[in-house]
């Protein structure tokens, strides 16, 4: 980095830098130099930012700016940015994905302070891009909820897109996931991408059921992209059916094997449950 430039000041403003998601060496020259010449950094973790910083052989003021700040903390920086420039960075990648920084940069922009954002990782867009799945659209929806019911809806409304659906995930929920996955929609394409940039870079596709028991046996750590590949257009025939309702019948009642299959084909479920009764020899 050109030392005359590092010294030069930046307009006042909010600068929303994006960070390495693993690999240090995945940061921007033009991050670094503007986390040098910035007059300080609003961050989620300080100490996460703070190694950051000192790998990169520089030293700034760090303001906390988590899940946790309240309107209060909102207003103190938007203040501080009217005379300085105030760089936002999240513990990883782009902010504002997944990150509380959407509210931050609203009330920036109402006060009339300039905004500049400054490209870079994101594991979301690098496990799309790794999993070979298909990415004309693609939805991405943040965290998977803690609470079982609310992690099975957010999975079925990820089944109804038209599109490859993308969620952070934790690996002690992993399994669990894939599990529910599999009860809803057996046959998609399945991607768990982890570790990215870094040493132990893994993804793996397959059904659900296929990486349910994979990693069932292999313990994921670190932080997972999961990624829901979308519906093939091709129509279920009836053969097709009547395996999906076999299989689901060896595990549940006929009208929960009916629920099953209907949400994983989109047939109808009444039309399902007659046949699961006929396959049952009801």
């Known amino acids: 980095m050109d030392e005359g430039v590092a010294h030069q000041p930046l307009q006042p403003g909010l600068y929303i830098v994006a960070t390495p998601i693993g690999n240090l060496g995945d940061i921007t020259v033009r991050a670094t130099e503007t986390l040098a010449r910035c007059d300080g950094v609003a961050c989620e973790d300080t100490r996460v930012t703070g190694k950051l910083m000192k790998h990169l052989g520089l030293s700034k003021p760090l303001w906390r700016y988590d899940d946790h700040a309240g309107e209060k903390d909102r207003a103190r920086l938007v203040a501080a940015m009217q005379e300085k420039a105030v760089a936002l960075v999240s513990d990883a990648g782009t902010p504002l994905v997944s990150d509380p920084g959407y509210r931050l940069v609203r009330d920036a922009r ?87 940039t870094k040493l132990h870079e893994e993804c793996r596709t397959g059904t ?50 009916a629920a099953l299959v209907a949400k994983a084909t989109g047939q109808d479920r009444r039309a399902l449950y007659a046949r699961a009764l006929e396959l049952r020899g009801v």
């Open 110 to 196: 109402a006060a009339g302070v300039p905004v500049t954002t400054l490209p870079g990782a994101c594991a979301a867009i690098a496990g799309l891009t790794l999993s070979g799945l298909p990415n004309d659209r693609f939805l991405f929806a943040g965290f998977l909820p803690n609470k079982d019911k609310a992690r099975r809806e957010a999975l079925e409304a990820a089944a109804k897109a038209d599109a490859t659906a993308i969620f952070y995930e934790t690996a002690p929920r992993l399994v669990k996931s894939l599990e529910t996955l599999d009860q809803l929609m057996p046959d998609r394409e399945i991607a768990v991408a982890r570790e990215l």
């Open 208 to 257: 659900a059921a296929e990486l349910a028991a994979y990693f069932a046996g292999h313990p994921a750590k670190g932080e997972i992209v999961l990624l829901v590949g979308p519906a093939t257009d091709e129509p279920v025939g009836e053969h097709d059916v009547d395996a999906l309702l076999s299989e689901a019948l060896q595990s549940a009642k006929p009208s929960q094997a």
